[in-house]
């Protein structure tokens, strides 16, 4: 076997990150720290990745034999682990240097990423090599396994053999090391609150708890759609609002099959009790997975993530004390880490002063799911007409040290929340699961940060509606409210209460109907016959909002968080219209021998291609996955082809700007130019620019017409947020020429947005009126107050870019050529909406954007 690898160039980065990782801070040399600095190259994973994954779809004519990732120690750890006791020997000078100066030790052991060794067979080096030429990524054929159980690194340059390893006694069993440790009972004291303490007094800071409170801040500047097959992320309801309990993966865009993930962390707790909070961790994360139907609860394994400062006096006895605490309650549940990390280095010297991290264990449970649409978001679904019941898990307790509560009053407590009864947690996950495949829960949402009543107010916030709650009990309001026992509260038709109270009952849990969703805005809450709350929804949803809008004026245009703010205050939500009847595309054309081809073009960087090639064959096309190596190269032209689609991504990282990269690549090409302009100008053909592709057709000139001079070209530069922007917005689809707009005009959708320079410029602004007059808009941003007048929105974040007149896309006069911002391939299946109103959930099978691609399909079989 040859011992190969593949990846980015060598830099001397990462030496001795793991001595620097593992000591305090102040304890090692500054050298020491500079030299554990990494770096990320997302690109280069990319490619890499692309180059793994072309091989692995080969089936069992896979060429890659075994693969290991590179990470801590560098060569001189993946690739001596590759060949086992094997043994190989490599040539050093083989490794591609990013910086010439290395020296061997640096090359050796430097942690330089992005890259993975392979173990390929000789006869099938070849091919190995040209996909990896394919994808433009560097492939370094090191040497080969020997079988003589010594590993050997060879240099070229001087004919020395700097490393030769007996990998028996290197591979071989490894000393025990012993740690000894003292446990240290903390001072803690019983919480302390002030005196005459309001449940609207308490909200005020609770809600604007960074634990609690909104993360927006979060959310809107990673892309949260790409792939097309994220069937549920952070956000949910008609607002997306970010209360979403659990994400769900898509296995394909042929199939309902795939995964769903949560996370369980609770760090306040673990100054209160390391082992409690341990326990909590794990109970949050099944309180979180279990609004997805999953395959079964022995289904779900786990990542177990530890940051905590072990080398503290009682900290390693903690560690200790919260890893057998975590164990013990998986083995009760029948579930199990799989996998994990740890960080241990969560201590700095300040002055004289050691200051230490909260300690912290961060569960991500994830399992298998045989329908993706089978969950329950937390946001109220039917105001007025549903009631809202608590399931209580927590033994009838209410405790709140390590509480939102107390850490906004400076305090931990000396008593917190735990899990008394392992069963009673499984029994609740077992009854929640039975009401989900039955139909009986419309929203849930489980208990943790901020309590009960941070639970109830999430749920109204994101359903946009009102809650009349009654609660009673043995404890003042602000324990039973604010206190982070186990629970979880659910959404369901008035009709259905009283079956789901017998499920819950005949799986031995205590449930409590405990109030009714308005459709007004307002949150009445009676404890003890008593109100202790009332207000008007909206305010206290400002009040959760704030802290995330303080930190997006630090890292955004102040003028557009203002706007913000003060747009998303009373939002009335967003309404669709569909202009035309969905129909899925008929078997015939989808079976046909002679469906149409089209080349789904991509460049390094690009990240949109699997989506576009699925959206495509939906609709009855032949996609191909064209690079742009492959016309460069002279291995294909665009010639067989009736459509070309550049697709969405960052090419060459939008290093020189978005799409800059990829349109000099075909600009500064002797045939390219040529090549792209015949198809252009052929009659039998069309495109679509999608994100980095509408930014790409800008910079060829392609829209809105040829011939316009580079210094008057419309482009689309950097949003007015002045920051990459994902959201789930609303577009309305306008009269144009645009072929695969065709029938569609009127209607008014939800879309998916995912870019950072999507604001339509044009340097002469009387291009905008003769683009407006020709009707070459085909597609405009529209706010809550736009959807049935067609008024077009200029404020954000309902324009998420700037753009004038809420244009986001353009197209020629003939309507042959498309581009658009939105991104229509990762919202053509019903389940990729991020939100559907109820009457279009039961009144369509499918996605309404598959118009588009049947369009262009039918375009194709008419113009021949």
């Keep these: 076997m040859l011992i190969v690898q593949v990846g980015g160039p060598a830099y001397g980065i990462g030496v001795s990150g793991g001595s620097a990782s593992s000591k305090l801070q102040g304890e090692n040399e500054e050298e020491l720290d500079f030299n554990a600095v990494q770096r990320g190259d997302a690109e280069m994973e990319q490619k890499m990745n692309r180059v793994i994954r072309a091989c692995i779809e080969m089936g069992d004519n896979n060429p890659i034999v075994s693969v290991h990732d590179q990470g801590a120690g560098g060569p001189a750890n993946v690739l001596k682990e590759l060949v086992e006791k094997a043994g190989g020997k490599i040539e050093l000078r083989r490794i591609k240097l990013g910086d010439p100066t290395l020296s061997v030790l640096k090359i050796w052991i430097a942690e330089y990423q992005e890259r993975c060794g392979f173990l390929i067979n000789p006869a099938r080096i070849e091919e190995f090599k040209s996909i990896c030429e394919r994808e433009k990524v560097n492939c370094e054929i090191l040497g080969e396994v020997t079988g003589d159980g010594r590993f050997v690194v060879h240099d070229e340059k001087d004919d020395s053999t700097p490393v030769n390893l007996n990998l028996a006694k290197v591979l071989g069993n490894m000393p025990q090391k012993t740690f000894k440790d003292e446990r240290s009972e903390p001072l803690l004291r019983p919480l302390a609150l002030p005196d005459n303490l309001t449940v609207e007094d308490a909200l005020s800071r609770v809600l604007r708890n960074l634990a609690v409170g909104s993360k927006r801040f979060l959310t809107n500047k990673v892309d949260r759609s790409v792939t097309g097959l994220i069937a549920r992320q952070q956000c949910c309801g008609p607002l997306q609002l970010t209360v979403g309990d659990v994400a769900i993966i898509a296995q394909s865009h042929f199939g309902l099959t795939g995964a769903a993930t949560s996370i369980g962390e609770q760090p306040i707790k673990?100054?209160?009790?390391?082992?409690?909070?341990?326990?909590?961790?794990?109970?949050?994360?099944?309180?979180?997975?279990?609004?997805?139907?999953?395959?079964?609860?022995?289904?779900?394994?786990?990542?177990?993530?530890?940051?905590?400062?072990?080398?503290?006096?009682?900290?390693?006895?903690?560690?200790?004390?919260?890893?057998?605490?975590?164990?013990?309650?998986?083995?009760?549940?029948?579930?199990?880490?799989?996998?994990?990390?740890?960080?241990?280095?969560?201590?700095?010297?300040?002055?004289?002063?050691?200051?230490?991290?909260?300690?912290?264990?961060?569960?991500?449970?994830?399992?298998?799911?045989?329908?993706?649409?089978?969950?329950?978001?937390?946001?109220?679904?039917?105001?007025?007409?549903?009631?809202?019941?608590f399931i209580d898990i927590s033994k009838h307790r209410a405790r709140l040290g390590g509480s939102a509560l107390a850490q906004v009053y400076g305090q931990v407590g000396n008593e917190c929340p735990d899990v008394d009864d392992s069963d009673m947690l499984k029994r609740a996950f077992h009854a929640i699961q039975k009401l989900m495949s039955e139909s009986l829960i419309l929203a849930g949402h489980d208990i943790s940060d901020g309590g009960i009543i941070a639970t109830l107010l999430e749920m109204?916030?994101?359903?946009?509606?009102?809650?009349?709650?009654?609660?009673?009990?043995?404890?003042?309001?602000?324990?039973?409210?604010?206190?982070?026992?186990?629970?979880?509260?659910?959404?369901?038709?008035?009709?259905?209460?009283?079956?789901?109270?017998?499920?819950?009952?005949?799986?031995?849990?205590?449930?409590?109907?405990?109030?009714?969703?308005?459709?007004?805005?307002?949150?009445?809450?009676?404890?003890?016959?008593?109100?202790?709350?009332?207000?008007?929804?909206?305010?206290?949803?400002?009040?959760?909002?704030?802290?995330?809008?303080?930190?997006?004026?630090?890292?955004?245009?102040?003028?557009?968080?203002?706007?913000?703010?003060?747009?998303?205050?009373?939002?009335?939500?967003?309404?669709?219209?569909?202009?035309?009847?969905?129909?899925?595309?008929?078997?015939?054309?989808?079976?046909?021998?002679?469906?149409?081809?089209?080349?789904?073009?991509?460049?390094?960087?690009?990240?949109?291609?699997?989506?576009?090639?699925?959206?495509?064959?939906?609709?009855?096309?032949?996609?191909?996955?064209?690079?742009?190596?492959?016309?460069?190269?002279?291995?294909?032209?665009?010639?067989?082809?009736?459509?070309?689609?550049?697709?969405?991504?960052?090419?060459?990282?939008?290093?020189?700007?978005?799409?800059?990269?990829?349109?000099?690549?075909?600009?500064?090409?002797?045939?390219?130019?040529?090549?792209?302009?015949?198809?252009?100008?052929?009659?039998?053909?069309?495109?679509?620019?999608?994100?980095?592709?509408?930014?790409?057709?800008?910079?060829?000139?392609?829209?809105?017409?040829?011939?316009?001079?580079?210094?008057?070209?419309?482009?689309?530069?950097?949003?007015?947020?002045?920051?990459?922007?994902?959201?789930?917005?609303?577009?309305?689809?306008?009269?144009?020429?645009?072929?695969?707009?065709?029938?569609?005009a009127g209607s008014t959708l939800g879309i998916w947005v995912a870019h950072g320079e999507g604001r339509l410029h044009f340097p002469d602004p009387t291009l905008v009126d003769e683009v407006m007059t020709k009707k070459l808009v085909p597609v405009v941003f529209v706010d809550d107050e736009g959807r049935a007048d067609g008024k077009i929105s200029k404020s954000y974040p309902f324009n998420p870019n700037g753009s004038p007149f809420g244009m986001t896309g353009l197209c020629t006069p003939d309507g042959r050529h498309l581009a658009m911002m939105p991104h229509p391939e990762r919202s053509f299946l019903k389940w990729q909406w991020a939100w559907l109103p109820g009457y279009l959930d039961d009144g369509i099978k499918e996605s309404p954007w598959i118009q588009m691609f049947q369009n262009a399909r039918e375009w194709c079989d008419r113009v021949k």
């Excluded at 961790?281 to 139907?293: D, F, S």
């Excluded at 560690?319 to 201590?347: F, H, N, P, T």
């Excluded at 689609?645 to 349109?663: I, R």
């Design 460 to 744: 109204a916030f994101a359903g946009n509606c009102g809650l009349r709650i009654r609660m009673d009990g043995p404890w003042s309001p602000i324990e039973r409210l604010f206190a982070e026992e186990l629970g979880a509260v659910i959404e369901c038709r008035s009709g259905d209460v009283r079956k789901v109270a017998e499920i819950l009952d005949s799986f031995g849990l205590r449930s409590e109907m405990i109030g009714e969703t308005t459709a007004e805005k307002n949150i009445l809450v009676t404890y003890n016959s008593q109100n202790v709350l009332e207000s008007k929804m909206y305010v206290l949803r400002e009040w959760w909002e704030e802290t995330s809008y303080q930190i997006e004026r630090l890292q955004m245009n102040s003028r557009c968080a203002d706007e913000e703010r003060k747009n998303i205050f009373d939002r009335k939500g967003p309404s669709y219209i569909i202009s035309f009847k969905t129909k899925p595309t008929p078997a015939p054309l989808l079976e046909a021998k002679d469906r149409p081809e089209i080349a789904i073009l991509r460049e390094e960087g690009s990240n949109g291609d699997r989506e576009m090639t699925s959206a495509f064959y939906h609709a009855g096309f032949r996609p191909w996955d064209i690079t742009m190596n492959d016309l460069i190269s002279g291995r294909t032209t665009l010639d067989r082809f009736r459509g070309l689609v550049a697709v969405g991504g960052f090419s060459y990282a939008d290093v020189p700007e978005s799409a800059k990269g990829w349109a000099a690549a075909i600009r500064f090409n002797e045939r390219l130019p040529k090549m792209f302009d015949d198809f252009y100008r052929r009659p039998d053909t069309f495109s679509l620019g999608v994100c980095n592709g509408c930014q790409l057709f800008a910079l060829l000139g392609w829209v809105p017409w040829l011939g316009i001079p580079d210094q008057k070209q419309p482009r689309f530069v950097q949003n007015v947020s002045g920051r990459f922007e994902s959201r789930w917005v609303t577009v309305k689809i306008l009269e144009s020429p645009a072929i695969m707009f065709k029938g569609m």
């Design 270 to 389: 673990m100054l209160v009790n390391a082992k409690a909070g341990a326990r909590m961790a794990v109970g949050e994360a099944l309180t979180n997975i279990v609004w997805a139907q999953i395959s079964g609860l022995g289904d779900i394994k786990c990542s177990a993530n530890w940051m905590w400062a072990p080398k503290l006096p009682g900290e390693g006895a903690a560690l200790y004390d919260a890893d057998c605490a975590m164990r013990d309650l998986m083995i009760q549940l029948g579930i199990a880490v799989d996998g994990g990390k740890d960080s241990l280095s969560m201590a700095t010297r300040v002055g004289d002063e050691i200051v230490k991290s909260p300690r912290e264990l961060v569960i991500s449970a994830y399992a298998t799911m045989s329908d993706i649409t089978k969950v329950a978001t937390p946001d109220i679904k039917s105001p007025g007409h549903s009631q809202v019941l």
